[in-house]
């Protein structure tokens, strides 16, 4: 299976600041997902990360507040803006081929604001 | 929508015990079932999955059959091990819902394993 890098592993941010995440697979995939992983709570997906095309957002994620770029098969960003308290959740990047399962997973980012 | 619902935890269990942790769904198509673990500080693994009805994923002792009369995927162990201490979450991927296929996780339950 791809083997999935994130960075940064953790972080403490300030109110108001933003943090750009980093995904990077091993090999060329089609499908790269984000998802939201709240304190002692389950995942919810932010958003499909399209190579070369603006990402498909979940209900209640909009770009504005999780950019995110991809731009290559390789490589996508999720960016946290304008961070508050409640931004604080592990993030996770995880990928897929199309028409194939499982997703596999990276580690997460594990995210604290201050 | 399609969603997971999950047993609630947390559960403790001593080493050796038999575990049983349920697991039904609700999908509009034929959705693919899977058990994700996570191990304190780290992310996600894929445990188990099954593509179809009557289909059994096994791993590491871990067993879920497909059930699509009763929508069910339960886990069980025979013989649970303090390393088996973790989170774990029954997902789904519906690929007939947008041709998206992303997962919809249950709630997650907690296993905790005593020696």
């Known amino acids: 299976s791809a083997v999935i890098s994130q960075k940064p592993s953790r972080d403490i941010c300030q109110r108001g600041t933003s943090l750009t995440i980093q995904c990077q697979v091993d090999s060329q995939v089609t499908m790269m997902f984000w998802y939201r992983q709240q304190p002692g709570q389950s995942l919810t997906l932010i958003a499909t990360?399209?190579?070369?095309?603006?990402?498909?957002?979940e209900s209640g994620f909009v770009i504005d507040k999780f950019p995110i770029s991809r731009p290559n098969l390789t490589f996508s960003t999720l960016t946290v803006s304008n961070m508050s308290p409640e931004d604080s959740s592990i993030y996770l990047c995880?990928?897929?081929?199309?028409?194939?399962?499982?997703?596999?997973f990276g580690d997460g980012t594990r995210l604290s604001i201050l | 929508g399609d969603s997971v619902t999950q047993m609630e935890g947390p559960v403790t269990l001593s080493e050796e015990a038999f575990l049983t942790i349920n697991c039904t769904y609700t999908?509009?198509?034929?959705?693919?079932l899977f058990w994700y673990v996570q191990y304190p500080g780290e992310g996600l693994q894929l445990l188990l999955k099954a593509t179809k009805a009557d289909d059994k994923g096994s791993n590491k002792g871990f067993e879920a059959t497909y059930r699509k009369e009763t929508t069910s995927f339960h886990l069980e162990k025979g013989s649970v091990q303090v390393s088996d201490s973790a989170v774990y979450f029954c997902a789904l991927s519906d690929s007939l819902q947008g041709g998206s296929e992303k997962l919809v996780f249950g709630k997650g339950t907690k296993l905790t394993v005593n020696p």
């Open positions: 995880s990928v897929g081929d199309r028409g194939q399962q499982p997703q596999h």
């Open positions: 999908a509009t198509g034929y959705p693919s």
């Open positions: 990360a399209n190579q070369g095309s603006e990402a498909t957002y």
